[in-house]
């Protein structure tokens, strides 16, 4: 089978990759010359684990092809996957002009019948809106040739998007004929021997899914941020409640760690899509609202810590920030909660000193020289005031507090991800706080 997938960020890249993986052939198709270019070298865009190899050895196999021309492959495709980015607009909507776009040059160079598939994360009734785009096109070129439009969200997570596009633990389909859904089947059946569940739906319960889910999932951590809060004013340590929630089956223990907000290209943008898609039916999602508002909130919570326990003196603290990816394992700075603290700290005349293993050059782009930056927790520790953890890299999780207590100005630990024991720092001499 050849497809394309047209969008070579996270998503995109590491979908094609994969499927290349499985022996279909793909061409990975982007706007941005630069990236492509970069790509035909084996020169990746984004970083995540094992994609470099992956992309290396499909495209010596000659199974991954990287073009900018969608227009090029739609002779060769059976399958044209959208996987552009769909960015927040001011309203709070899902910027579709990027996904119009694709629909647009797919129905100006359909040349046999082909399945287009939304990957990217859009709004319910878009897959319609698509097809009504490429009607249009076909109607202006005097052709009637067959085609379908078909939903396919992806739900891979940065810092783990090989393994979880691999073996994930579904894979929803929204299809609206027999055909789309048999070339749907076929494309997904490798991925089928591990024994996972593809789960058919209609397109627009397709599209809803991907919102609820990260909805969902965006509310579980407001809410256990809420718990935190009031663990503090009351006493109660929130440690001890996740676990005694944690252990409810009904409940389970995922995405219900307190910390200092969730970042990412996903959760604030699709949160906030999916109260504007509500706001269009004339329906307020107070659920949800509430959700995007608490987290904002929270992103803040490293700045107001440290803020009171240096009773707001913190012109010219030199404060050491361990970590600035939204999450351990990618360097995607999209929404991190680093960002809103360093904001925050520059504004207050803070010098500050960040440390991440891979996100420092995405970082820089922002930044610039208005920061430091180091890979390393000791150098990142000398004569700091503060050391405020950001993202739980693994890197972070041990490190040597003697070492560390000798090399600060002040022993203060803020603790945005509840990573480190408490006692063990105080008897190192450390002030520490943690979220809850
Ligand atoms: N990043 C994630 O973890 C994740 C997970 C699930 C779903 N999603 C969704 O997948 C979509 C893509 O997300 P991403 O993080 O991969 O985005 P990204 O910003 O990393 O990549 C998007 C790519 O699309 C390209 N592009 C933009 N307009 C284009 C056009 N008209 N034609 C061809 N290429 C174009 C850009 O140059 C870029 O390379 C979004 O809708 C997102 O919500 C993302």
Redo the contacts with the bound molecule.
């Keep these: 089978m050849k497809i394309a997938v047209?969008?070579?960020?996270?998503?995109?890249l590491v979908s094609g990759a994969c499927f290349a993986e499985m022996g279909v052939e793909v061409y990975c198709?982007?706007?941005?010359e630069h990236?492509i270019k970069q790509l035909q070298q084996g020169i990746l865009p984004?970083y995540e684990e094992g994609l470099q190899e992956m992309v290396d050895q499909n495209a010596a196999a000659g199974r991954l092809h990287f073009t900018t021309s969608l227009a090029d492959c739609m002779d060769q495709v059976e399958i044209v996957f959208i996987?552009?980015?769909?960015p927040s607009q001011a309203d709070g909507s899902a910027d579709l002009s990027?996904v119009e776009?694709?629909a647009r040059i797919f129905g100006q160079h359909l040349q046999h019948y082909t399945l287009l598939v939304t990957?990217?994360?859009?709004p319910v009734g878009t897959a319609h809106r698509l097809e009504k785009i490429v009607r249009q096109e076909l109607e202006q070129r005097g052709q009637a040739i067959e085609f379908d439009v078909a939903s396919n969200p992806?739900?891979?997570?940065?810092g783990s998007?090989k393994k979880d596009f691999m073996t994930p633990d579904r894979v929803i389909i929204g299809v609206a004929s027999d055909r789309a859904r048999r070339m749907m089947s076929l494309l997904y059946r490798p991925f089928l021997l591990n024994n996972y569940r593809v789960i058919f739906m209609d397109v627009l319960s397709a599209e809803m899914t991907k919102y609820a889910s990260n909805a969902m999932l965006a509310t579980r951590i407001s809410f256990m941020n809420e718990i935190a809060t009031l663990c503090e004013l009351t006493g109660a340590d929130v440690r001890m409640v996740r676990q005694g929630m944690a252990t409810d089956q009904r409940i389970g223990s995922k995405f219900l760690y307190p910390g200092c907000g969730y970042g990412?290209?996903?959760f604030p943008?699709?949160v906030n899509a999916l109260v504007r898609t509500a706001a269009e039916h004339g329906y307020q999602m107070q659920i949800v609202q509430a959700v995007e508002r608490v987290n904002q909130e929270q992103k803040k919570i490293l700045y107001k810590k440290l803020h009171s326990a240096f009773d707001g003196q913190l012109a010219g603290k030199r404060i050491a920030l361990w970590g600035l990816s939204f999450k351990p394992g990618t360097d995607d700075l999209r929404e991190a909660p680093s960002l809103v603290t360093i904001d925050l700290l520059l504004q207050a005349g803070v010098q500050v000193i960040a440390v991440d293993p891979i996100a420092i050059s995405a970082a820089q782009a922002l930044y610039g020289d208005r920061i430091q930056y180091t890979t390393d927790v000791y150098r990142s520790a000398m004569g700091a005031d503060a050391i405020v953890l950001a993202t739980e890299w693994k890197q972070f999780r041990l490190p040597d507090w003697k070492r560390i207590r000798q090399l600060m100005n002040v022993p203060l630990v803020v603790d945005g991800r509840n990573i480190y024991d408490r006692e063990e720092l105080a008897k190192e001499g450390f002030l520490y706080y943690a979220i809850g």
């Design positions: 047209v969008g070579t960020g996270y998503v995109g198709v982007d706007v941005d990236k984004i996987a552009v980015g769909t990027a776009q694709v990957k990217s994360t859009v992806e739900f891979l997570k940065e998007a990412g290209s996903c943008k699709d």
